[in-house]
């Protein structure tokens, strides 16, 4: 008997931290409705029960509280910084700034800094059991590595005399090229749309990072296609979009960073975030503020 109570008490527990429940517990006061046997997973987190931080970890900077029992330092801002320094020169080159259009000089970021750094980054976010985090600075270090693969002169994989600049190739599409580079922007494109449906539930800032990104890969993949079709002009207008987007996708990327780093202990000011309204922290504030008009209505009756 004694063993069947904790058992259910241990389940209860479960169900206040995850939204599920079973046994007795179908019919907990926080299901509003009632329990759906037809659908289990109408009535979850309808109430007020605890919920997991958004991602599972911690690669929402800004982050209000710590993540229990860790003993590493968050990764988070170092991704982000590396990700957004060589995003910013590359959208430098992609905006024709200065009259520089040749982007061999984001190579070197690409593979030191937007690369290996933030590969590591991402790698640590693995150590701090954070899955959203790993993926994505994972990711898009590789991303970076593999661009300046792309871009660096001993492959010559997109150059003159290349796979894609020979007789053959040539015979078939002159700016067969410009297709290839597409593909591969595209499938960023489609990688960072799943990436920011994620970000749904974490905070204002981060949600825009990544839909700027997602623009970024968007334009640029629309002006491979466009110059392939002929519509140079078209192409090129669309690159310095990719480009706006890319330099607003940077200066985010650095103010989720700094977000991340600032605290008590190193600046004077914190920048706010903006948690959305559904969001754990944003659900937590309505929570207070409900109960501090609660509070006070009950004490002006009284």
Same mark, same amino acid.
């Given at each position: 008997m004694s063993t069947h109570l904790e058992n259910t008490s241990v389940e209860k527990e479960m169900g206040k931290t995850t939204g599920t429940t079973n046994g007795n517990a179908l019919h907990n006061s926080h299901y509003r409705g009632g329990y759906d046997p037809r659908n289990p997973m109408a009535n979850i987190h309808a109430g007020d029960d605890a919920r997991l931080p958004a991602f599972g970890g911690e690669f929402q900077p800004g982050l209000y509280k710590p993540v229990p029992n860790r003993h590493f330092a968050n990764p988070a801002p170092l991704g982000l910084s590396a990700f957004a320094l060589t995003t910013f020169v590359l959208s430098c080159v992609n905006l024709g700034t200065r009259g520089v259009s040749a982007p061999n000089i984001a190579v070197p970021l690409a593979f030191g800094y937007g690369g290996l750094v933030q590969l590591l980054a991402g790698m640590w976010e693995m150590a701090v059991g954070n899955t959203f985090g790993a993926t994505a600075l994972s990711s898009y270090g590789g991303f970076w590595i593999a661009w300046g693969i792309m871009l660096t002169p001993h492959w010559n994989i997109v150059?003159?005399?290349?796979?894609?600049? %020979?007789?053959? !190739?040539?015979?078939?599409?002159?700016? &067969?090229?410009?297709?290839? /580079?597409? $593909?591969? =922007?595209?499938?960023?494109?489609?990688?960072?749309?799943?990436? =920011? =449906?994620?970000? +749904?539930?974490?905070?204002? *800032? $981060?949600? +825009?990072? $990544?839909? !700027? +990104?997602?623009?970024?890969? +968007? *334009?640029? #993949?629309? !002006?491979?296609? #466009?110059?392939? %079709?002929?519509?140079? /002009?078209?192409?090129?207008? =669309?690159?310095?979009?990719?480009?706006?987007?890319? &330099?607003?996708?940077?200066?985010?990327a650095w103010y989720n960073a700094f977000a991340g780093i600032a605290d008590s202990s190193n600046s004077f000011f914190l920048i706010p975030v903006f948690h959305f309204p559904w969001s754990e922290k944003g659900r937590e504030n309505r929570l207070a503020r409900a109960a501090t008009r609660e509070t006070r209505a009950s004490g002006n009756s009284a």
């Open positions: 150059g003159q005399g290349g796979p894609y600049h %020979n007789s053959a !190739s040539e015979a078939i599409d002159p700016l &067969m090229v410009d297709s290839a /580079e597409g $593909f591969f =922007l595209t499938g960023w494109f489609i990688f960072t749309t799943i990436l =920011l =449906l994620c970000t +749904l539930r974490s905070t204002v *800032m $981060f949600f +825009l990072l $990544f839909f !700027s +990104l997602d623009l970024c890969f +968007l *334009m640029l #993949a629309c !002006s491979h296609y #466009a110059v392939n %079709n002929g519509a140079t /002009e078209a192409g090129h207008t =669309l690159t310095k979009a990719g480009g706006g987007f890319g &330099m607003v996708a940077a200066f985010l």
